[in-house]
């Protein structure tokens, strides 16, 4: 079974090599790395290109796209894998069996969605664990939603739901665990940390960017037929102040 792990990029040259080690720390052997580039002016697409050369199974492009959710869905393109996840430019995966935990739980039962928990870091120190919990379908109109860069899904059901809402600028990852995890997949949780990230991030630059994203989620649940509204994004925000308390 080929997983394929897409990488997103731009001008992250301070920060993309971990990500690239961490791929090809992997003791899993069957991965395809596709790296989409937003036409980097900082050496990343050098970087990259160095990366592709030494090591089989890495397919990339650098150039110009329309944000973020344009690259997922173009790196959803250029993807082969029989399963496909997200590895951001400045995340690493957490350990080098953390893509065959997810190959095993696909392996192993009739799985179309596996995801796991994250860390957040500030260097070497650890700030928050979000810690996802098994799945209750209940549990969307309160709230819950797995960490994006953990949740790996079957090629059919990105065929099946559609790609990456690109009228969201904040909030499509959002949007998309809703569609997938309110469409009665097989799901499997691995209750253990499968991805690194380090702070920060679009939705939590400033208040400016948290503001868009509480009205973009908000939209999302209105699309989606999810939950009570802001009540749900109210639910939402409150799950996170566990995860500051709970880093081990």
Not at 106 to 115: M, N
Not at 222 to 244: E, I, M, P, S
Request: aromatic share 10%.
């Amino acid at each position: 079974m080929k997983i394929s792990i897409i990488t997103i990029t731009y001008n992250s040259a301070k920060t993309v090599q971990r990500t690239l080690e961490s791929v090809l720390s992997q003791t899993y052997p069957d991965i395809e790395h596709v790296i989409v580039d937003g036409a980097s002016t900082d050496g990343t697409k050098e970087i990259i290109e160095a990366y592709a050369a030494k090591h089989k199974n890495v397919r990339w492009v650098s150039e110009k796209d329309n944000g973020i959710y344009d690259a997922l869905n173009k790196g959803i393109g250029m993807a082969s894998g029989d399963v496909i996840g997200f590895l951001h430019s400045d995340d690493k995966l957490y350990s080098p069996d953390s893509i065959g935990q997810i190959a095993a739980a696909f392996l192993t039962s009739e799985t179309d969605v596996v995801y796991g928990d994250l860390q957040y870091c500030n260097g070497d120190r650890v700030i928050r664990r979000w810690k996802s919990n098994a799945f209750n379908p209940r549990a969307l109109k309160y709230g819950w939603m797995p960490p994006h860069p953990t949740v790996y899904v079957r090629r059919e059901v990105y065929q099946q739901v559609g790609p990456y809402d690109e009228w969201f600028r904040i909030s499509a990852d959002y949007d998309m665990m809703l569609r997938i995890f309110s469409a009665h997949y097989h799901t499997c949780y691995i209750p253990e940390v499968l991805v690194s990230m380090e702070t920060g991030g679009a939705s939590n630059r400033n208040t400016k960017a948290r503001l868009s994203k509480t009205q973009e989620d908000y939209i999302a649940l209105k699309k989606n037929h999810v939950g009570a509204g802001y009540l749900t994004v109210a639910c939402k925000q409150l799950r996170k102040v566990r995860q500051f308390l709970r880093k081990s």
